[in-house]
C-alpha cells in the first residue's frame, strides 16, 4: 500500500528544553516540549516523552518517520551519546533514563535517516523556514551555540576563530529555500571553572545570562531581568557591552559586582538592600542589548537591502529589545519564531530535512503556535471525575461559554482558560492561559498573591483584539506571539493599568478570529460589557511549573491556587464549600509523600 505522508522528525536533545516536532508534509502537525509532559521546567535528557507524545497524536509509529534531524548544542548528537555510555552526567542523561535510552532505536544510531545539524543554523531554519517571506535576512542570537569545529555552514572567511570558540550571534539572508551566512560571531573560550567559563565567554547572550544569575541566582531568569530594567537608572553602572566598528567587545566582569548573593535575601529578596544596586544592573544590562541589537539589525538591512527579517535564538524573546528593532531598524517586517528559544531547535531541525535534505518547497506559514494535541471532551471529563476532585468542585456546561466567562472576568474573576490545542514555546497565547480583567491596578497584585506566587515588579501582559491594536497601543507592527513591547497610548493608561508597565509599555498579543476564534469572541464578549478589547493574559501555572498541557494539570493548578474559575471547552468549573474543607488535608498529604520519598534510603 502507497505511503499517506512524508513525515520528518525534528528534535532537540540532552540539555534544557528538550523538543520534538512533527512535519506532515512540510507542516507541523505536533510540537511539545518535554517540560509539558514530565512537569520539570526546562526539561534536559533523554527525548522518549516527546516522540511517544507527537507518534501518538498522529496515530503513526517511528517506522513511518522518514527522516530524523537532530541537535545538542553541547556537541554533535553521536558524540554526545558516544560520551554517555561512559560518562556519568545526570544534567544530560540521569540514571532513571538510562534503561529506556539504551532500548531506543534512535539512540547511538547509525541509520543515514538520522542527520544531526548545529545549533544556529536550527534556528535560523525555525526562523525563515516557516515565516511568511520569500526573501529576507535572519538574526540568531543567543547564549552559546555550537562549537566552531562542528558549525556546518559556510561563514565568511574573515569570521574565524579557533575551534573551541562557540557561537554568539550569526546572520544570514534567505531566499526562497536557499540560506547563506553573512557574518558570525564567536565566544572564545574564557578560564573558569563549570559554568563560571559560560558566564565569563565574551558574548551578548551569556552578558545577560551571567546579569541574570547575579541578580537572581538562575541564569534563565532573563525575563524577569528584562521587567527589572525599567526599574533601574540611567547610567549608574558602566557599559557591560561596546560595539564599535561592528565588533563587539564585553569587559570582565569585576569584583566591583560584589553584592551578596541573591540567596543570601531570603524570602525578602524584594526588600534586600541590594535591590537598588541590581535594579541598576539591571538597566544596563537591557540597555546594552538593546543598543547592540539595533546596531546590529541596521548593519543587516544597510548591507543586504532587505525589507524582512526573521529573528530566534533565545535573545529573540527580549520583546522590549524587539519592539525597538521593529520600530526603529528600517524593515518593513519583522517576524520572531514563537518559540525562539531552544525549544523551537525542534522546528529547525525539522524544516532542515524538509527544505536541505529532502529537497522539498516551502509552503507552511506558521500563523499560529497552536501545535499541541487536542483533548476531547472525554478527557475533561475523567479528569473532572477524579473522586479528590469530585468533591471540590462544580462543573456545568454552557451554551456560550464566551458570554459568561465574560461577565465573570468583568466582575473581576481569575478565569483559568483551557481550550483546544496547547501553545509552543514559552508563552501562553490563549489556549493554557489566566485571563482577567485590566481596569483596575489591584488585579496585577491579585494574581501575583493568589495564584502566581511570583515578584510583584513583574508585569502582565494584554491580549487585545487586532483591529483594536492601534487604537490602544502606539505602532503598526503586529505582534501575534507576544513578542513585541509597545507603548500604552496616553489616553488609555487609566483604563487598563494591571497590564502598564512602569515605563508605561505592555507585552502585547494581538488576537485574530482566523487564529483563535474562541478567544476573539471571548475579547468581542468582554468589550461588549465593558468597552474595553483588551484582557490580562498569563500563563496558566505558578512559578516554577511548566505551563499546564492536559485537562488534569489544569484542574491541579486550579485546585492548588486561588483561581476562581476553570474554563476547559465549553464546560465551565467553580470550586464548592467542600474544597475549603479537602484541599488543606490534600496540600499536607502531597507534602508528607514529597518529604518520605526524598528522605526514603534505597534498598
Given at each position: 500500500?502507497?505511503?499517506?505522508?512524508?513525515?520528518?522528525?525534528?528534535?532537540?536533545?540532552?540539555?534544557?528544553?528538550?523538543?520534538?516536532?512533527?512535519?506532515?508534509?512540510?507542516?507541523?502537525?505536533?510540537?511539545i516540549?518535554k517540560?509539558r509532559?514530565?512537569?520539570?521546567?526546562?526539561?534536559?535528557?533523554?527525548?522518549?516523552?516527546?516522540?511517544?507524545?507527537?507518534?501518538?497524536?498522529?496515530?503513526?509509529?517511528?517506522?513511518?518517520?522518514?527522516?530524523?534531524?537532530?541537535n545538542?548544542?553541547?556537541?554533535?548528537?553521536?558524540?554526545?551519546?558516544?560520551?554517555?555510555v561512559?560518562?556519568?552526567?545526570?544534567?544530560?542523561?540521569?540514571?532513571?533514563?538510562?534503561?529506556?535510552?539504551?532500548?531506543?532505536?534512535l539512540?547511538?544510531?547509525?541509520?543515514?535517516?538520522?542527520?544531526?545539524?548545529?545549533?544556529?543554523?536550527?534556528?535560523?531554519?525555525?526562523?525563515?523556514?516557516?515565516?511568511?517571506?520569500?526573501?529576507?535576512?535572519?538574526?540568531?542570537?543567543?547564549?552559546?551555540?555550537?562549537?566552531?569545529?562542528?558549525?556546518?555552514?559556510?561563514?565568511?572567511?574573515?569570521?574565524?576563530?579557533?575551534?573551541?570558540?562557540?557561537?554568539?550571534?550569526?546572520?544570514?539572508?534567505?531566499?526562497?529555500?536557499?540560506?547563506?551566512?553573512?557574518?558570525?560571531?564567536?565566544?572564545?573560550p574564557?578560564?573558569?571553572?563549570?559554568?563560571d567559563?559560560?558566564?565569563?565567554?565574551?558574548?551578548?547572550?551569556?552578558?545577560?545570562?551571567?546579569?541574570?544569575?547575579?541578580?537572581?541566582g538562575?541564569?534563565?531568569?532573563?525575563?524577569?531581568?528584562?521587567?527589572?530594567?525599567?526599574?533601574?537608572?540611567?547610567?549608574?553602572?558602566?557599559?557591560?557591552?561596546e560595539?564599535?566598528?561592528?565588533?563587539?567587545?564585553?569587559?570582565?566582569?569585576?569584583?566591583?559586582?560584589?553584592?551578596?548573593?541573591?540567596?543570601?535575601?531570603?524570602s525578602?529578596?524584594?526588600?534586600?538592600?541590594?535591590?537598588?544596586?541590581?535594579?541598576?544592573?539591571?538597566?544596563?544590562?537591557?540597555?546594552?542589548?538593546?543598543?547592540?541589537?539595533?546596531?546590529?539589525?541596521?548593519?543587516?538591512?544597510?548591507?543586504?537591502?532587505?525589507?524582512?527579517?526573521?529573528?530566534?535564538?533565545?535573545?529573540a524573546?527580549?520583546?522590549?529589545?524587539?519592539?525597538?528593532?521593529?520600530?526603529?531598524?528600517?524593515?518593513?517586517?519583522?517576524?520572531?519564531q514563537p518559540?525562539?528559544?531552544?525549544?523551537?531547535?525542534?522546528?529547525?531541525?525539522?524544516?532542515?530535512?524538509?527544505?536541505?535534505?529532502?529537497?522539498?518547497?516551502?509552503?507552511?506559514?506558521?500563523?499560529?503556535?497552536?501545535?499541541?494535541?487536542?483533548?476531547?471532551?472525554?478527557?475533561?471529563?475523567?479528569a473532572?471525575?477524579?473522586?479528590?476532585?469530585?468533591?471540590?468542585v462544580?462543573?456545568?456546561?454552557?451554551d456560550?461559554?464566551?458570554?459568561?466567562t465574560?461577565?465573570?472576568?468583568?466582575?473581576?474573576?481569575?478565569?483559568?482558560?483551557?481550550?483546544?490545542?496547547?501553545?509552543?514555546?514559552?508563552?501562553?497565547?490563549?489556549?493554557?492561559?489566566?485571563?482577567?480583567?485590566?481596569r483596575?491596578?489591584?488585579?496585577k497584585?491579585?494574581?501575583?498573591?493568589?495564584?502566581?506566587?511570583r515578584?510583584?515588579?513583574r508585569?502582565?501582559?494584554?491580549?487585545?483584539?487586532?483591529?483594536?491594536?492601534?487604537d490602544?497601543?502606539?505602532?503598526?507592527?503586529?505582534?501575534?506571539?507576544?513578542?513585541?513591547?509597545?507603548?500604552?497610548?496616553?489616553?488609555?493608561?487609566?483604563?487598563?493599568?494591571?497590564?502598564?508597565?512602569?515605563?508605561?509599555?505592555?507585552?502585547?498579543?494581538?488576537?485574530?478570529?482566523?487564529?483563535?476564534?474562541?478567544?476573539?469572541?471571548?475579547?468581542?464578549?468582554?468589550?461588549?460589557?465593558?468597552?474595553?478589547?483588551v484582557l490580562?493574559?498569563?500563563?496558566?501555572?505558578?512559578?516554577?511549573?511548566?505551563?499546564?498541557?492536559?485537562?488534569?494539570?489544569?484542574?491541579?493548578?486550579f485546585?492548588?491556587?486561588?483561581?476562581?474559575?476553570?474554563?476547559?471547552?465549553?464546560?465551565?468549573?467553580?470550586?464548592?464549600?467542600?474544597?475549603?474543607?479537602?484541599?488543606?488535608?490534600?496540600?499536607?498529604?502531597?507534602?508528607?509523600?514529597?518529604?518520605?520519598?526524598?528522605?526514603?534510603?534505597p534498598?
Amino acid at each position: 500500500m502507497m505511503k499517506k505522508h512524508t513525515y520528518v522528525l525534528g528534535l532537540n536533545t540532552y540539555d534544557h528544553d528538550v523538543s520534538a516536532c512533527l512535519l506532515r508534509d512540510g507542516a507541523i502537525a505536533f510540537a511539545i516540549a518535554k517540560e509539558r509532559i514530565t512537569r520539570a521546567k526546562h526539561a534536559s535528557g533523554f527525548y522518549k516523552e516527546v516522540i511517544d507524545y507527537c507518534l501518538e497524536a498522529e496515530g503513526i509509529t517511528l517506522d513511518d518517520i522518514d527522516l530524523v534531524v537532530r541537535n545538542c548544542y553541547i556537541l554533535p548528537v553521536p558524540e554526545m551519546e558516544e560520551r554517555l555510555v561512559y560518562f556519568d552526567a545526570p544534567g544530560f542523561l540521569p540514571d532513571f533514563e538510562r534503561g529506556d535510552a539504551a532500548k531506543h532505536p534512535l539512540y547511538r544510531s547509525r541509520s543515514d535517516k538520522v542527520v544531526t545539524i548545529s545549533h544556529h543554523l536550527a534556528h535560523a531554519y525555525s526562523a525563515f523556514a516557516v515565516s511568511p517571506f520569500e526573501q529576507g535576512v535572519v538574526m540568531i542570537v543567543d547564549g552559546v551555540g555550537s562549537y566552531a569545529s562542528d558549525v556546518m555552514e559556510a561563514y565568511p572567511p574573515g569570521d574565524t576563530a579557533t575551534p573551541l570558540a562557540r557561537e554568539s550571534e550569526s546572520y544570514y539572508k534567505f531566499n526562497g529555500t536557499r540560506l547563506e551566512c553573512l557574518k558570525k560571531v564567536w565566544m572564545e573560550p574564557d578560564r573558569g571553572f563549570l559554568s563560571d567559563e559560560f558566564y565569563n565567554m565574551p558574548g551578548l547572550g551569556a552578558l545577560y545570562s551571567r546579569a541574570s544569575t547575579y541578580i537572581f541566582g538562575d541564569w534563565n531568569k532573563c525575563g524577569e531581568l528584562m521587567g527589572l530594567a525599567p526599574y533601574g537608572r540611567r547610567d549608574q553602572v558602566r557599559p557591560l557591552l561596546e560595539l564599535s566598528d561592528g565588533k563587539l567587545h564585553v569587559p570582565p566582569w569585576t569584583a566591583e559586582f560584589r553584592e551578596p548573593y541573591v540567596a543570601d535575601a531570603g524570602s525578602n529578596w524584594e526588600r534586600s538592600p541590594s535591590m537598588r544596586h541590581w535594579e541598576d544592573l539591571a538597566w544596563r544590562t537591557q540597555d546594552d542589548t538593546e543598543s547592540v541589537l539595533l546596531a546590529r539589525a541596521r548593519w543587516l538591512r544597510e548591507t543586504t537591502g532587505a525589507k524582512n527579517l526573521c529573528m530566534a535564538g533565545g535573545v529573540a524573546l527580549n520583546c522590549v529589545a524587539n519592539g525597538r528593532v521593529a520600530r526603529e531598524a528600517g524593515f518593513d517586517n519583522v517576524w520572531i519564531q514563537p518559540a525562539a528559544g531552544d525549544d523551537g531547535i525542534a522546528i529547525g531541525c525539522a524544516y532542515y530535512g524538509w527544505l536541505e535534505i529532502l529537497e522539498r518547497r516551502r509552503s507552511f506559514v506558521m500563523e499560529h503556535s497552536y501545535v499541541g494535541k487536542r483533548y476531547d471532551s472525554q478527557d475533561i471529563d475523567s479528569a473532572l471525575r477524579k473522586v479528590l476532585v469530585r468533591i471540590q468542585v462544580e462543573a456545568r456546561r454552557s451554551d456560550n461559554v464566551c458570554r459568561d466567562t465574560a461577565r465573570l472576568l468583568a466582575d473581576q474573576r481569575v478565569i483559568g482558560w483551557f481550550q483546544d490545542r496547547s501553545e509552543f514555546g514559552p508563552r501562553a497565547l490563549g489556549n493554557r492561559s489566566l485571563l482577567a480583567d485590566p481596569r483596575k491596578p489591584e488585579m496585577k497584585d491579585i494574581l501575583n498573591s493568589r495564584v502566581k506566587h511570583r515578584q510583584a515588579f513583574r508585569p502582565f501582559a494584554p491580549i487585545v483584539l487586532a483591529e483594536r491594536m492601534k487604537d490602544v497601543f502606539e505602532g503598526d507592527e503586529d505582534s501575534p506571539f507576544m513578542l513585541i513591547a509597545k507603548p500604552v497610548r496616553p489616553e488609555w493608561r487609566d483604563r487598563i493599568p494591571a497590564i502598564v508597565h512602569v515605563d508605561g509599555t505592555a507585552r502585547v498579543q494581538t488576537v485574530r478570529e482566523a487564529t483563535n476564534p474562541m478567544l476573539y469572541r471571548l475579547l468581542k464578549e468582554f468589550e461588549a460589557l465593558t468597552g474595553v478589547p483588551v484582557l490580562i493574559n498569563t500563563s496558566f501555572n505558578i512559578k516554577g511549573e511548566p505551563i499546564v498541557e492536559t485537562p488534569g494539570d489544569a484542574v491541579s493548578c486550579f485546585l492548588t491556587t486561588g483561581i476562581d474559575h476553570l474554563v476547559m471547552h465549553d464546560m465551565m468549573v467553580s470550586k464548592t464549600a467542600m474544597h475549603r474543607v479537602v484541599a488543606p488535608l490534600v496540600t499536607v498529604y502531597a507534602d508528607v509523600r514529597t518529604l518520605v520519598a526524598s528522605t526514603a534510603q534505597p534498598a
